[in-house]
């Protein structure tokens, strides 16, 4: 008797050590797919911050609307117009008026100048220059 008191303690063992590398092995495997949940996670992650870098990329900054200065002066037959951006660029444009109404241009200088207020009297003496020789017309002028 005593030798199957061994046996079945022979295979209550082997049944023990079974039940605990069934354990081991649930988890093990649980703890595999926590880890493959994690690296899922961390790819989406991942590919959501690639988006979003391309989204950002792709947005572009509205400009702020500066107000532009302008101008246009004629006689009968000829015109000349003026452009202030950026507060220190000055456009100038002049021509022809043809007998139909269109405009031929001559000329466009575009000078750039140290400061606004250096801009804006510089336009401010050909605007003087036109008046005085016969132009007439409107300006968008800031003194």
Request: charged fraction near 25%.
């Amino acid at each position: 008797m005593p030798s199957i008191n061994k046996t079945q303690q022979n295979e209550n063992n082997s049944e023990t050590e079974f039940s605990l590398t069934n354990q081991e092995e649930k988890s093990s495997n649980t703890l595999i797919q926590k880890e493959i949940i994690a690296m899922e996670d961390i790819l989406t992650q991942y590919e959501l911050n690639i988006l979003c870098e391309q989204e950002q990329s792709q947005i572009q900054p509205i400009p702020m609307q500066i107000p532009i200065i302008g101008g246009h002066m004629k006689t009968e037959t000829r015109f000349w117009e003026f452009i202030i951006e950026n507060e220190t660029t000055t456009y100038i444009r002049y021509g022809n008026i043809l007998s139909n109404g269109v405009l031929k241009e001559r000329a466009t200088q575009i000078q750039r100048h140290p400061s606004s207020k250096q801009a804006k009297a510089f336009v401010k003496m050909l605007i003087d220059e036109k008046v005085k020789a016969g132009y007439v017309g409107w300006t968008n002028f800031e003194n």
